[in-house]
């Protein structure tokens, strides 16, 4: 008699223990794409999975196999057109004949091993160096919803969401660029064929009607459809806006602020933000960058274009609350992050503390600064170090501290957020 | 086929696409009923019906319902997975296990029609092949395995909690390297039980006492025997099962790498059957699935809208692309095997004349004792070369080709015509055989005087290379055996230049 069993029910993560043994097994690996991935990504993205490349012959597991050469026959089906004692080319490769533009492209997915980390694995490996705990997710959270939107296309996906519009677009703006270059030969040759028909040069004539076929056939050769060419629609669960908050970074881009610090700077952002999106379903962000004069940019600009000048910090921060009023007055809860080397001179300190202090902190829920400090230079207190420290004798909801290495991103987030943790969680 | 219309039921079990528990039930009692009027012999079914989550699980495990961690299962299982997120492969409707039970996974997402399709497939057609075929009854024991898997998965668990994960990754590691050198092809003669040892000892004493003579001892000794020599080789014939030997004789392994070198190399015993058999096992069971749901139909169980689904299904899965379709992947063992057991059926019921003539003892047989017997017997590689008809090689338009590293062109070396038959379906049996798809490597010195080394021997056949790889695979055996391996390579009794060493 049958048994009949439903197994659904069981855990279905039976998997999981040999895919983290996996990861484990090519940690360097994936945290080097991890570390490419944080450079190129946006904050805002961070939180998400990625995609991970690694080659396929550093995974391969070794067995005896036989490799390419020797004597060998091999048995095929579908003949058509061979009898016993055809020659037939060597295939180059084994895409076998009628190779297109498309196969390079294979070729190239075939020799790496690609697949998502998921956005708990992508932030185990980003904060690895960081000891990220679990940060307290309040109450406001709770009642969020999200709803299915269209988000654009994606080269990947299932077969019933293929875009056939897309799809086909992309078909024919493949094939145009493709043939363009064989139409001009083919108009070219024919004008060159008309006007060797013309003259009776008849040998060179049908060497050049020969290439004109030649020609046609290569263009009536292109694929209609390839696989580069599917698009599939791609939709994203968003958060309905339940509670809101503005992010605002602010961040010093004199010459003085190198890679090294701009990177410290990037991942202090990337912490508040990822504390914000715990405790807010919706986060906008709003990058402002100074030298003597502010200007708010896209977070590409933010994060990678250098300019050369002074520091007026004044200016980034009247920007900032220019920003707030036209923007986010009403219903946003506004925090704003500044990092800066501190090399601020004259006047500009004691009136951007003083800006600070009366326009800016009495309309925020909370304002922190980051000096970046060289790594062997502790001690030197900085001017604006030393005006910002009133400030936080004053106010309640500002923060600062230094930080020269990476790891100490994470402690200072902590020491910066502690009271908040405890006042909100 | 009996014809007896009246005893047949014409009201369908069900209509549409949705099934439940109940419906599973009444469908099996049918096929099971006309899996018996077609006498075949199963193991007890057990069916499990999962989710595609666990469905992709079992995929990683190769349909073990119960394996031990290791990595590589997890880069198989993120392969899979990813390649059916993005919608570039389907999933099997069913996996099913050689063991008794036989257990079947079935995928919820599946139609009714569906379910039916893969329980007559898996529990009956792969069921009584596991039970029938003379390899799996040879080589697999259906009823330990499940027991055995759940000790393997402990047993590893165990050692990681002593010995640490990556000390056990490391020799399992390199015992997966060595899997396909693991299996014994040649049955070995089963050990003693201790009765029947004791019973031969006995014997022998008794032997002794009666035939004693006094008179023996009174014959002068002869010198000291002569010691045995220093340079006698070990093992005095080549060994092919580099597993077992490794398991036996290594060295330096500790009893508990000992015991994982068995247990990967039980599980490539396990494995072996199937791998040799892919034609025909999958060729029987959709054979079996088409037979047994079209009695379905005829006894009027099923309606017309289940036999349009279910011959969709059916020829998605015994289609086979020409060679230069995008869609060629190799011989689809769906369609060869399906292919070959429906055409024994017809040399069998309509032989024609070629059929007398190409299988005379065959043609106008009785189909259901001719398949039986060709199902128990064979192996692929003697499948093919005994039953492949030149009427399939010329519906299939089979035709060899000939790569020889000496000539800049390929070869067409015979088609689908009068000369090329046997040709063709001798060289298709080739391709199924192990030997052509798992070099030849043995061992064949182990210096147990000396510095201990192990030589292992490429016996290279038409001078096919082995790849790069292989010295990695020879370190692997050295992580194993402790002291220097190095591999030779030879080709007509003759010793080629290169030779791949690790020292220890």
């Given at each position: 008699m049958v048994h009949l069993i439903d197994?659904?029910?069981?855990?279905?993560?039976?998997?999981a223990v040999n895919r983290e043994r996996f990861l484990r097994r090519y940690k360097a690996q994936i945290q080097d794409a991890v570390k490419k991935m944080i450079g190129e990504r946006k904050l805002a993205d961070m939180e998400q999975g990625g995609e991970v490349r690694i080659p396929r012959k550093d995974i391969s597991e070794p067995t005896f196999t036989f490799g390419r050469g020797g004597d060998r026959e091999i048995v095929l089906p579908g003949n058509r057109e061979y009898i016993a004692g055809d020659r037939i080319p060597r295939p180059e490769g084994?895409?076998?004949?009628?190779?297109?533009?498309?196969e390079g492209g294979e070729g190239e997915s075939h020799d790496e091993f690609v697949f998502s980390l998921s956005r708990e694995e992508f932030m185990q490996i980003f904060f690895d160096d960081l000891e990220l705990p679990n940060l307290a997710r309040t109450?406001?959270?709770?009642t969020e919803r999200h709803k299915s939107v269209r988000a654009g296309y994606t080269?990947?996906?299932?077969?019933?969401?293929?875009?056939v519009k897309r799809t086909l677009t992309q078909s024919l703006a493949r094939r145009i660029a493709l043939s363009a270059s064989l139409a001009q030969q083919q108009r070219d040759v024919q004008a060159e064929f008309e006007m060797a028909a013309a003259i009776g040069h008849a040998s060179h004539a049908a060497a050049l009607h020969e290439r004109i076929e030649h020609l046609e056939r290569r263009r009536g050769g292109?694929?209609?459809?390839?696989?580069?060419d599917l698009r599939y629609r791609n939709r994203v669960l968003r958060p309905e806006p339940i509670a809101r908050a503005a992010m605002f970074c602010l961040m010093?881009?004199?010459?003085?602020?190198d890679e090294d610090k701009k990177d410290l700077a990037k991942r202090f952002f990337t912490l508040l933000y990822l504390f914000l999106t715990r405790k807010y379903v919706e986060v906008d962000l709003v990058f402002i960058r100074h030298t003597d004069d502010a200007e708010e940019v896209d977070e590409d600009t933010f994060f990678h274009d250098t300019r050369s000048g002074g520091t007026v910090v004044l200016s980034a921060l009247e920007l900032a609350e220019k920003i707030r009023a036209d923007?986010?007055?009403?219903g946003w809860n506004v925090y704003a992050a500044q990092a800066s080397d501190g090399d601020a001179f004259g006047a500009d300190p004691a009136r951007s503390a003083r800006f600070l202090r009366e326009q800016f902190l009495p309309r925020a829920r909370y304002y922190t600064y980051l000096e970046l400090t060289a790594?062997?230079?502790?001690?030197?207190?900085?001017s604006l170090w030393a005006e910002y420290q009133r400030v936080q004798e004053l106010a309640g909801n500002f923060a600062m501290r230094r930080a020269?290495?990476?790891?100490?991103i994470y402690p200072v987030f902590r020491d910066l957020f502690k009271k908040d943790t405890v006042s909100t969680s | 086929m009996s014809g007896d219309r009246a005893a047949l039921q014409s009201t369908p079990i069900s209509h549409g696409a949705d099934w439940d528990f109940e419906l599973l039930d009444q469908y099996h009692a049918a096929i099971a009923k006309v899996a018996a009027e077609f006498g075949l012999d199963t193991y007890p079914n057990q069916i499990e019906i999962i989710t595609s989550e666990q469905m992709l699980d079992a995929y990683a495990t190769t349909g073990l319902p119960i394996g031990y961690p290791h990595w590589s299962y997890g880069k198989e299982f993120i392969r899979n997975e990813q390649a059916y997120r993005r919608g570039m492969q389907g999933l099997a409707y069913e996996i099913v296990i050689n063991s008794s039970p036989c257990i079947a996974y079935l995928m919820e997402e599946n139609t009714m029609a569906t379910q039916a399709l893969v329980m007559a497939h898996a529990c009956y057609g792969h069921n009584s092949f596991f039970k029938g075929n003379h390899l799996f009854r040879q080589w697999t024991d259906a009823e330990s395995i499940l027991d055995y898997l759940v000790f393997a998965r402990r047993f590893v668990m165990e050692c990681e909690e002593r010995k640490g994960s990556e000390a056990v990754e490391q020799v399992l590691d390199a015992c997966h390297a060595l899997m396909p050198h693991g299996v014994d092809r040649y049955r070995r003669p089963a050990p003693l039980t201790l009765k029947a040892e004791t019973a031969r000892l006995k014997a022998r004493e008794e032997h002794r006492e009666r035939s004693?003579?006094?008179?023996?001892?009174?014959i002068p000794e002869l010198a000291?025997?002569?010691?045995?020599?220093?340079?006698?080789?070990?093992?005095?014939e080549p060994q092919e099962n580099i597993l077992y030997f490794v398991e036996k004789?290594?060295?330096?392994?500790e009893p508990w790498e000992r015991e994982l070198v068995r247990i990967v190399r039980k599980l490539a015993q396990y494995f072996y059957p199937q791998g040799q058999t892919k034609v025909m096992n999958e060729g029987w069971a959709t054979f079996w699935h088409y037979t047994i749901l079209n009695r379905l139909h005829e006894k009027g169980l099923v309606d017309d809208g289940f036999m349009v689904e279910f011959l969709k299904s059916h020829t998605n899965v015994v289609a086979q692309p020409a060679y230069?379709?995008?869609?060629?992947?190799?011989?689809n063992p769906y369609a060869l095997g399906f292919a070959m057991f429906s055409d024994l059926r017809r040399v069998c019921e309509k032989p024609d004349a070629e059929d007398r003539e190409w299988f005379p003892d065959i043609a106008g047989s009785d189909w259901q004792k001719t398949l039986d017997f060709a199902m128990r017997n064979f192996k692929d590689e003697s499948f093919i070369a005994q039953f492949l008809s030149p009427r399939l090689i010329r519906e299939f338009h089979l035709f060899a080709v000939a790569d020889y590293k000496a000539e800049d062109t390929l070869l067409?070396?015979?088609?689908?015509d009068d000369r090329g038959y046997r040709r063709v379906r001798k060289l298709l049996s080739q391709q199924h055989a192990q030997e052509i798809r798992v070099p030849?490597?043995?061992?064949?010195?182990?210096?147990r005087q000396g510095d201990r080394s192990l030589t292992l021997r490429h016996v290279r056949r038409r001078g096919r290379p082995l790849t790069n790889a292989c010295a990695q695979v020879v370190a692997h055996l050295r992580r194993l055996w402790g002291f220097t391996v190095r591999l030779e390579t030879w080709e007509d009794d003759v010793k080629l230049g290169s030779v791949v060493e690790c020292s220890a």
């Open positions: 197994r659904r029910p069981n855990a279905k993560g039976k998997s084994q895409g076998g004949r009628g190779g297109n533009a498309s109450e406001l959270g709770r080269k990947w996906g299932a077969p019933a969401n293929l875009s292109l694929p209609f459809l390839d696989e580069t010093d881009v004199s010459a003085s602020m923007r986010y007055s009403n790594p062997h230079a502790q001690d030197r207190a900085s020269a290495h990476r790891e100490q | 004693f003579n006094d008179l023996w001892r009174t000291a025997k002569v010691k045995e020599k220093p340079d006698e080789v070990f093992p005095v004789y290594s060295p330096k392994l230069d379709s995008p869609a060629y992947s190799g011989l067409v070396d015979s088609i689908h030849d490597v043995q061992v064949v010195r182990y210096d």
